[in-house]
């Protein structure tokens, strides 16, 4: 019997969620959920100096709000904690001492000024700018001097020579790696601290993560985490290294590159059905292009359809999932989404009638608010466009359309046609200058919805403006 699917999110909190690191969240999450597993939150915070408790519990609250709630980790608990690397030092501490007792790692006192050089004579050599191995082979007199002269040193790993390291990536197929460009490699700085490479390798074994799914840069760690896991005697996952998202500028987005934050995003009013109908196609492919739930997104979601090409972050195909998202949201969804600005405009009996009428043209809440006020407010000041194509039609135009209001009240199928009638106008020539009276427009909402809410003495007053 195969294992239970157990995929991960193992997020440093040094700041908000981005679409970069949000979308490998959303990858992880719909993986676990087609295949009934689990998925997992671990916080990576062994970096004190960036991070911040207040930035843990945004990336939660951004993930809640995503509906990509957690299984297992911080809050709601698990047998694997603690879920902070910041509270494992006692478990890293363990694992450092077993390689050292099998003289699997050793301590190294070289400077940074030594390692720089070190790398900038192998690049001039033309090769890998790996570590030389200076202290590898220190005599245990010449490690206990150092000690006793206080001098720091970090832990490095000891790799094996003449290795092969193969794996196959479950997006990128067979990789193999040659140990001698590896390089000893540190896995305990000198503050103590435990490197990245050690303590996510571990965490990912000892919780039991059967999947990682994590972007392309990530890639060549893989061989030095497979073996400290494989000195260390853990299990080890396979690994699915996704196509990493990158701007007009071909660089990869993250939020030092000005990508958008879930927490600005959400106040802008995008929705988060918006977010996964974009983020799940974003290097990945469906055959479904309308509109899914998350359990839909699941369903379709399959790591053999995931590109290896960098995907393009496209601000066009988010707004196309927005439009969409509010379009197809529940009237209740829309009416709280819209804000109390509109809440106070729109009359209780109309709410679901304007809705339905105004949905299909609303991108944000702001655009709620606009027709709120353009249907129940007072008479809508004209855009430069309306106001020309409404002088252009003459008090003549208008007279003949207050007459038609007056005979046949809010039906604008009857009242177009008597105008048409009556002025020998048709097309935009007949429909855009009682549009611009009636809404300050040229486009918007179908008018056989829109009159009827913005009512027969409304109507009646704005197009009364215009027939001198």
């Known amino acids: 019997m195969s ?6 999110f193992a997020p440093s909190p040094t700041g908000r969620l981005h679409l970069g690191n949000i979308r490998t969240a959303l990858f992880n999450w719909l993986l676990a959920r087609k295949a009934g597993g689990v998925f997992l939150l671990r916080l990576e915070d062994t970096d004190a100096m960036r991070g911040h408790e207040k930035y843990a519990a945004a990336l939660a609250e951004d993930l809640r709000w995503l509906g990509l709630q957690w299984d297992e980790g911080p809050a709601t608990g698990g047998t694997h904690g603690p879920y902070a690397q910041s509270e494992r030092g006692e478990i890293y501490k363990g694992h450092f001492a077993r390689l050292e007792q099998q003289g699997l790692a050793y301590p190294c006192f070289c400077t940074e000024h030594e390692l720089a050089v070190e790398r900038k004579l192998a690049v001039a050599r033309h090769l890998p700018p790996r570590y030389s191995g200076k202290c590898r082979t220190l005599p245990p007199d010449a490690v206990q001097a150092r000690f006793a002269g206080g001098l720091p040193a970090t832990l490095r790993f000891r790799v094996p020579a003449a290795r092969k390291v193969s794996f196959d990536d479950k ?61 260390l005697g853990l299990p080890l996952p396979d690994y699915a290294h996704i ?20 927490e600005e995003l959400r106040e802008a009013g995008y929705l988060p ?72 405009l729109v009359p209780a009996a109309s709410r679901d009638a304007f809705i339905e009428c105004v949905r299909g043209n609303l991108l944000v809440p702001a655009d709620a608010l606009h027709w709120a006020r353009v ?29 038609a209001l007056e ?25 855009q200058p009682l549009r611009a009276a009636l809404t300050g427009e040229l486009d918007g909402p179908e008018m056989a919805k829109l009159l009827p809410l913005i009512g ?7 197009v009364a403006k215009y027939e001198k």
């Not at 540190?186 to 919780?207: E, H, K, Q, Y």
């Not at 990493?244 to 071909?250: A, K």
């Not at 999932?321 to 989404?337: H, K, N």
């Not at 046949?408 to 048709?426: P, R, V």
């Open 3 to 8: 294992p239970l699917l157990k995929t991960r």
């Open 171 to 231: 997006v990128r197929g067979p990789q193999v790696f040659d140990t001698a460009d590896i390089g000893d490699f540190v896995i305990r700085r000198s503050d103590g601290t435990p490197a990245f490479f050690f303590c996510n390798a571990l965490d990912d074994a000892l919780m039991g993560v059967t999947l990682v799914v994590r972007g392309e840069d990530h890639l060549t760690n893989t061989p030095r985490q497979l073996l400290l896991l494989e000195a």
């Open 243 to 262: 196509a990493l998202v990158v701007g007009d500028d071909g660089a990869p987005l993250s939020k030092r590159s000005g990508s958008k934050s879930v």
């Open 273 to 344: 059905a918006a977010l996964h109908n974009y983020l799940a196609r974003l290097g990945h492919t469906y055959e479904d292009n309308a509109l899914l739930s998350l359990d839909q997104l699941a369903t379709g979601f399959a790591v053999e359809r995931l590109h290896r090409a960098p995907a393009r972050f496209d601000e066009t195909q988010l707004r196309h999932w927005q439009r969409e998202a509010v379009l197809l949201a529940p009237v209740e969804t829309v009416w709280g989404w819209m804000g109390a600005a509109a809440h106070r």
């Open 375 to 403: 249907v129940f407010g007072d008479a809508p000041a004209l855009s430069q466009p309306a106001n020309e194509a409404a002088q252009t039609a003459g008090g003549g135009f208008f007279a003949a359309a207050l007459k």
């Open 407 to 431: 005979q046949h009240g809010t039906d604008f199928k009857a009242l177009a046609e008597t105008l048409k009638a009556a002025t020998g106008k048709t097309g935009k020539a007949l429909y």
């Open 456 to 462: 027969l003495e409304r109507a009646c007053a704005r």
